[in-house]
């Protein structure tokens, strides 16, 4: 099988280098390497969106009519390895990767005309409502309800684990709309404005909480929320469906171009440090290496598929159980790298040349915190437990 890039595709790589040059410059590229969790703020995540949006590459996977970047395959994954070269925050995936093709494929004509421009143009912040106190892997146990009262529905429920939706305007939730014998034919898929009277945000404080006040992840609340019908996306009782789709986009990333990055990230540092004479830690290295290198092939394979118009189906599952995976590894490596540095849980101390030496590498500075954000990338999006079921299932075939 050949894995070579084409001229074209080399053209485009240079291309892409070019303008991440331009548009990314070396400072913002040094803040970031300051600390393991390099958090920008919500102004600049929509500012670089927009930015990306502008030059038409926000939104590679969409189709081209409605303001997609028209990349193939391939050129999706040169996209995403030199955004992980320059260090490049990626695209939040809950408008751009995550809703907006499920309004593609299911939403009406006018719901297409209604959300997708704001999407594309990061116009809107949009979060996630799947997971429920009680229903995470076992997402079709969720009571979250919606009355139908005529041209709209009263919801009532609670939704938790929501990334990031304390600065959400939008949020999309699996509902349940009905009673039945066999769960998922009672849920229904529903957008819902965060600014309806009745929804209340609450914080969930984790162990990777800097003392810079970054907060990740809450828990929603809604209260006899009203939602117009017209916010419901597909038939009644067939949200389901929606989610199973949403989730091969959830799952369906490439993990290997921010994981070589990191690694060779790793491997300069520990060149630098006694460490790389370890024989145990450089054993480690090079195995997590080979293992990326494993999953790269796999990618590609799977681009190739997608390249002749087949979708990711439930080798998705593959890609997220293996990533996520290997997502923690790497965590773990870096953790081992900082020493004793890597145990305070504070992110801001300043760089270490201004103050003098006794204050740590700056590549310690937010490895803990980094560690413990890993933890969850094996949970979301169906546990990997889920995952291998999945796997044995619809890919094996047992």
């Known amino acids: 099988m050949d894995f070579s890039f084409s001229a074209e595709d080399r053209e485009f790589q240079r291309e892409v280098r070019a303008w991440l040059d331009e548009a990314w410059p070396e400072p913002a590229r040094e803040r970031r390497a300051r600390s393991a969790l390099a958090r920008i703020s919500k102004a600049e995540q929509m500012r670089w969106q927009q930015k990306l949006a502008e030059r038409g590459w926000a939104a590679p996977n969409w189709p081209v009519e409605h303001g997609g970047a028209g990349f193939t395959a391939t050129q999706n994954y040169i996209f995403d390895l030199e955004m992980a ?13 995550m809703v907006a093709p499920v309004i ?13 421009p704001d999407i594309l143009h990061s116009r809107v912040w949009w979060c996630q409502g799947y997971s429920e106190p009680g229903s995470g892997s076992d997402l079709a146990s969720l009571r979250m309800k919606a009355e139908d009262k005529g041209d709209h529905y009263l919801v009532n429920g609670v939704k938790t684990w929501t990334t990031l ?14 009673t039945e014998e066999r769960r998922q034919l009672g849920i229904s898929f529903l957008l819902i404005d965060m600014q309806s009277p009745g929804v209340t945000v609450k914080p969930i404080i984790t162990l990777d909480q800097p003392v810079e006040g970054f907060q990740e992840i809450n828990t929603v609340y809604f209260e006899d929320v009203e939602v117009p019908k017209a916010n419901r996306i597909g038939e009644e009782g067939r949200g389901w469906t929606c989610a199973k789709y949403l989730l091969e986009f959830e799952r369906g990333n490439a993990y290997s171009p921010a994981l070589k990055q990191s690694l060779a990230g790793l491997e300069a540092l520990a060149a630098a440090a006694p460490l790389i004479e370890d024989e145990d830690f450089t054993a480690r290295l090079r195995d997590l290496e080979v293992q990326v290198l494993a999953m790269e092939f796999v990618e590609l394979r799977i681009l190739g598929a997608l390249s002749a118009g087949q979708n990711v189906g439930p080798e998705s599952s593959m890609l997220k159980t293996r990533g996520t995976e290997l997502q923690q590894a790497v965590a773990e490596l870096a953790l081992e790298l900082c020493g004793y540095y890597g145990f305070p849980l504070d992110q801001s101390t300043p760089l270490s040349e201004d103050l003098g030496p006794g204050f740590g590498p700056t590549h310690a500075n937010g490895a803990a915190q980094y560690h413990f954000n890993t933890r969850k990338v094996s949970i979301y999006a169906g546990s990997n437990e889920i995952q291998r079921n999945i796997m044995a299932k619809l890919v094996l075939g047992l």
């Open 85 to 97: 070269r320059a260090g490049a925050p990626r695209v939040l995936p809950f408008g751009i990767t």
């Open 104 to 116: 593609m494929k299911f939403g009406t004509e006018e719901q297409k005309r209604r959300f997708l």
């Open 165 to 178: 939706a304390q600065h959400a305007d939008w949020i999309f939730c699996l509902v349940r709309t009905s």
